[in-house]
């Protein structure tokens, strides 16, 4: 039977509240590993997915104040030296013994993930386009078949004319969404030579980025501390290298490692 978690010397000093608004955050050890836990009631979390279709407001609060958890896991100076994974939102492990039975059975991979985001950090890089009309005009003229296409629009009657746009605006957004794809993949590729690996993210809608412009790039790379200054300023050159062609390249981060530590954490 495997041994009890304990409470470790560092808990008490995460600061930040349990995703219930009130409850205390501690950390349970197990083998040389703290896991940074608190306690729910069922009565409000066992029915989280229901609750999340039910009311978007109260599943984004949650998990907001998860993130706050693992984000301050990650600045504490007891913690500086040692990597933090970070376990996907919604997580829920009834008893004890479902958390040792947890920490046991995904020990080597837990381990492994350990190992491989030690000494880096994860940045989020994404590409936005800045002017949607110019980019389609461009998109047009470079087009001999389309620019062609244009021209030919004057000399129809209204009703033929009209239908030969709606046909060439759906020909154009498919030529533009190429040439994107392939902006966005040119970009990603650039910065390989500067990280330790990188993966794009699926590309978010203006509903949930809250902007007018088109996201062309959504992006995670894991950077080893010591080659930071070089990613920083490739990050720097490209930004400035897209901007006069209507691109906006945005940085942010160090973020918890989600997209590189992945194991079956369920």
Known sequence: MATPPETSPAAGKIKAVA??????????????????VSSLSLDDFGEMQKKAREDVHWIKEKALAHERVVEEAMDKPAHSAAPVIPVKFGVILNTDERLVDALDQQGTA???????IRGKQEWSLKLFLKDAQKFKDQAREQNDTMRQKSKALAALPAGMAYFMEEELNEELERECSRKLDEEGLRTFEQ???????SAQVKLLDGKLTGRRERMVLNSAHLVSNI?????????SEMRGKLAPRGFLLEQSGPWPAYHFTEFAHD
């Open 19 to 36: 995703v219930d608004g009130h409850s205390r955050v501690f950390v349970r050890v197990f083998k040389g590993v703290e896991a940074v």
């Open 110 to 116: 837990i381990r492994i993930a350990f190992d491989r």
């Open 227 to 235: 080659h930071l200054p070089q990613f920083d300023r490739a990050v």
């Open 191 to 197: 910065f390989k030579p500067f990280v330790a690996e």
